[in-house]
């Protein structure tokens, strides 16, 4: 998120990416609270292809 505000969008999707290759499979209330955070903030890059393939993996992971 700090990358976002500092409107890096390249490396905020980046991270996000690595942070949803590392959630994968863990089961936590912190983790659920950043996938569902996270999906929030990509909503304002709907026409940006790499964002919409993250909010779905964020989707398929929070299950």
Do not use: C, H, P, Y
Request: proline residues 0%; aromatic residues 4%.
């Amino acid at each position: 998120m700090v990358r976002l505000r500092r409107g890096d969008v390249d490396g905020a999707l980046t991270t996000w990416g690595d942070f949803l290759d590392s959630a994968d499979g863990i089961r936590s209330v912190k983790v659920q609270a950043a996938l569902r955070d996270m999906s929030v903030r990509l909503r304002r890059f709907n026409g940006v292809g790499e964002a919409q393939e993250l909010r779905e993996r964020a989707a398929r992971i929070a299950g």
